[in-house]
């Protein structure tokens, strides 16, 4: 991969001043967007793979997983749980699927949107919930896109479990460590990041362009 990846341009400068109010809005307004069939096929096959492994196996989720890289790397490290790789892209998840896989690990075809709220409508707590690199939607008008800014947000809390998101933008990493500070009432700070193993293809990119790195961690239990 690349070592030319550009640095995340934007006209902010600091954490978005919104998005405290607009987080304790979809705080107080449950967030009903109608669920898609295949997001609900999605889950239910995700949840057969985890069941057919083992039905008591603590659940990881792997959010915007890309091609997998990470997904493979998790289970890996965390022999006795089970990782759903979750990405919407079709390409990303074909292009992951000849990876040799254990088998406590699915690459999974959903939008977050949903299998984040069909995992906390079956009453699931997760052990551990990755988000590395998410699009980070650098434009003042799109906080809305980012995922501390939308409206789903607040299901990650009836989810639970060790939160960790990364990110070569620093201001996102601010950004979702306050809204994490909200949401759990504990103070979550942005820190920078750094490692010569990269967990993912755009760690990777980032790392060989010179980005620096950011990440932000809390249990939400
Ligand atoms: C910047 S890439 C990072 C991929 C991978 N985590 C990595 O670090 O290499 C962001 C990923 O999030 C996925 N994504 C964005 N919105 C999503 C959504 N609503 N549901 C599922 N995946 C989503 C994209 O398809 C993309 O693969």
């Known amino acids: 991969m690349s070592g030319n990846s550009r640095f995340i341009s934007s006209a902010q400068d600091g954490p978005h001043p919104d998005l405290p109010d607009l987080l304790r809005r979809h705080l107080a307004h449950p967030f009903r967007k109608p669920l898609a069939d295949y997001n609900r096929e999605a889950f239910a096959a995700a949840l057969a793979a985890r069941d057919a492994w083992n039905p008591q196996a603590p659940l990881i989720v792997d959010a915007g997983c890309g091609v997998g890289w990470s997904t493979l790397r998790i289970a890996a490290e965390f022999p006795d749980h089970f990782v759903f790789g979750v990405d919407q892209s079709i390409d990303r998840i074909n292009r992951g699927k ?26 699931i707590r997760l052990a551990r919930h990755y988000n590395l690199y998410p699009n980070p939607w650098p434009k003042i008008g799109h906080l809305a896109r ?16 060790t939160v960790e998101c990364r990110s070569n933008w620093a201001i996102y990493i601010e950004e979702m460590a306050q809204a994490l500070s909200l949401l759990s009432g504990q103070t979550v700070v942005a820190e920078p990041y750094a490692t010569d193993d990269p967990m993912t293809p755009f760690e990777k990119k980032y790392l060989a362009s010179g980005h620096g790195l950011w990440r932000c961690r809390v249990d939400l239990g």
Do not use: I, K
């Not at 000849?98 to 699915?106: G, K, Y």
């Open 98 to 123: 000849p990876l040799p896989l254990p088998a406590n690990a699915v690459l999974v075809r959903a939008d977050l949107v949903d299998f984040w709220r069909l995992l906390a409508a079956e009453g």
């Open 146 to 161: 980012r995922w501390h800014g939308h409206a789903v947000f607040p299901v990650w809390r009836e989810l639970g479990g």
